[in-house]
């Protein structure tokens, strides 16, 4: 399957959300609650909140068919990156996607002299990562969304030039 991943554009932000919700919806609820995903993968679509981030940080999309099928969001600041998420809906997985959506981001680190990645992963996506050589920052935890608590796991990465290689 033919994909394109591009820099997103404010025409993005319904997109974005939608991809975000389907990927909750369809991906993380096989190893997430009903109760998490409920709160989790239906919240509202606040335009603000995506147009800041797009206009303000860093975010790629990927396109197959001409629909966006899922994102990455990440800023940096003090040399260190947060990534604060990277969702693929279901018609997207298995095509290599994240990685190269991580690999924009490893350039970005490059570019910007990023010594450490934050982010606090999924139960889903915590394989994908150690893969990608992060590590797990402290134990699971909860953050609070929609005023119902999800599960995550903060993890990072001791970033250094190349970027690191994947685990088989």
Same mark, same amino acid.
């Given at each position: 399957?033919?994909?394109?991943?591009?820099?997103?554009?404010?025409?993005?932000?319904?997109?974005?959300?939608?991809?975000?919700?389907?990927?909750?919806?369809?991906?993380?609820?096989?190893?997430?609650?009903?109760? /998490?995903?409920?709160?989790?993968?239906?919240?509202?679509?606040?335009? /603000?909140?995506?147009?800041?981030?797009?206009?303000?940080?860093?975010?790629?999309?990927?396109?197959?068919?001409?629909?966006?099928?899922?994102?990455?969001?990440?800023?940096?600041?003090?040399?260190?990156?947060?990534?604060?998420?990277?969702?693929?809906?279901?018609?997207?997985?298995?095509?290599?996607?994240?990685?190269?959506?991580?690999?924009?981001?490893?350039?970005?680190?490059?570019?910007?002299?990023?010594?450490?990645?934050?982010?606090?992963?999924?139960?889903?996506?915590?394989?994908?990562?150690?893969?990608?050589?992060?590590?797990?920052?402290?134990?699971?935890?909860?953050?609070?969304?929609?005023?119902?608590?999800?599960?995550?796991?903060?993890?990072?990465?001791?970033?250094?030039?190349?970027?690191?290689?994947?685990?088989?």
């Amino acid at each position: 399957m033919k994909f394109t991943i591009r820099k997103a554009e404010p025409k993005d932000a319904f997109g974005i959300y939608t991809a975000h919700m389907l990927s909750i919806q369809e991906v993380c609820s096989l190893d997430h609650s009903a109760e /998490e995903v409920a709160a989790w993968g239906h919240r509202p679509f606040i335009e /603000e909140q995506r147009l800041k981030a797009i206009n303000e940080q860093i975010v790629y999309v990927v396109i197959i068919d001409e629909v966006i099928e899922g994102f990455v969001h990440a800023n940096i600041a003090n040399g260190e990156m947060y990534v604060f998420a990277l969702y693929i809906t279901k018609k997207a997985l298995g095509l290599g996607i994240g990685r190269k959506m991580m690999d924009l981001l490893f350039l970005e680190c490059e570019q910007q002299k990023v010594t450490e990645i934050n982010l606090h992963s999924t139960i889903t996506a915590h394989s994908f990562y150690l893969k990608l050589g992060f590590v797990d920052s402290a134990p699971m935890t909860t953050v609070i969304v929609n005023n119902a608590p999800v599960r995550c796991t903060p993890m990072k990465l001791k970033y250094a030039d190349p970027k690191p290689e994947v685990k088989s």
